[in-house]
């Protein structure tokens, strides 16, 4: 199989490591870097991948490679600058950084491309699970999604958190966001992926509630939602490892990008 990936960092070069694991037959690897970083790419890629590799800065290239399958594994910015293009060139897409899908506008877009490009645009679960049972009971109604995000509280520095708290003298937990996914994901972008990951499969952007929490007493970031439908009620509560070489990536992040390059792959799909 032939992968493009948009991004070679953390959650790429993981995927590889994990589909050489599982024995996926990757035959053959496209990579869009933005241009400073060509050299560190194809240097990584030499360690990872025996396979026939090249590295592209623009979107066109890419598309003119024609991979089976892209992966952007790289932030918001990549979505807005190359998801549009890759899906209007009819190759499916799958979005890592699904925050991006909170700005309305880039949504509508990426759909709209989708649409002409007769291809798909596939979210994985991501940091979160149980995205199987979300999506499929919101044909039986929903009435309620409720997500907790409570992590350490130094892994919220770098965001607003910090200008409400002070993170490195918290003796107790401290809820410091209760809103609607939609502010979620616009006031802390780089923590916005799971609250947009539930919003998509579940009751949208204003409908899904969620609350933001540092905790001095967790060392992993917990993920926790609740759902209220017709068919059924459930809990699912995950308490993710932080990725070694990025604790703001849970590293489970990366095994369900894998779950959906091997479900292409394999006899059966699961
Ligand atoms: N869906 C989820 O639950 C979930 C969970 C964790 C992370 N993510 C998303 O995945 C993204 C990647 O995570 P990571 O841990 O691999 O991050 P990382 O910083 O380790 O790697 C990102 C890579 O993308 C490259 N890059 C940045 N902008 C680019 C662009 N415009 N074009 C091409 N390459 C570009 C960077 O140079 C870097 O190599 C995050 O930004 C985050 O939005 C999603």
Not at 86 to 98: D, F, H
Not at 173 to 199: C, H, I, S, W
Request: proline share 4%.
């Amino acid at each position: 199989m032939h992968l493009g990936l948009i991004g070679y960092g953390n959650i790429a070069r993981t995927l590889i490591r994990v589909l050489a694991t599982e024995g996926a037959p990757l035959t053959r690897l496209s990579v869009l870097s933005l241009p400073d970083f060509v050299a560190a790419t194809k240097a990584a890629l030499a360690q990872d991948f025996e396979g026939e590799a090249q590295v592209v800065t623009d979107s066109a290239a890419l598309i003119a490679a024609r991979p089976r399958l892209v992966v952007e594994c790289a932030g918001h910015a990549a979505v807005q600058a190359h998801a549009t293009a890759v899906l209007r060139a009819g190759i499916e897409t799958v979005i890592v950084s699904i925050g991006a899908l909170a700005d309305a506008a880039l949504h509508a877009q990426v759909l709209e491309a989708a649409r002409a490009g007769r291809t798909r645009i596939i979210l994985p679960a991501g940091a979160v699970g149980g995205i199987d049972i979300l999506s499929a009971l919101r044909a039986s109604g929903l009435s309620s999604v409720t997500y907790t995000s409570r992590k350490p509280p130094l892994a919220w520095q770098g965001t607003q958190a910090e200008s409400l708290l002070d993170l490195a003298a918290l003796s107790g937990e401290a809820v410091f966001f209760t809103g609607n996914a939609r502010d979620a994901a616009l006031q802390y972008p780089r923590n916005a992926n799971v609250a947009a990951t539930l919003a998509l499969a579940g009751l949208g952007f204003e409908g899904t509630q969620v609350r933001m929490i540092a905790d001095p007493s967790v060392t992993k970031n917990i993920h926790e939602y609740s759902v209220v439908a017709n068919a059924a009620n459930f809990t699912i509560r995950i308490e993710g490892n932080p990725s070694p070489d990025n604790p703001k990536t849970s590293v489970t992040t990366v095994y369900s990008v894998a779950r959906e390059i091997l479900n292409r792959m394999r006899e059966v799909a699961i």
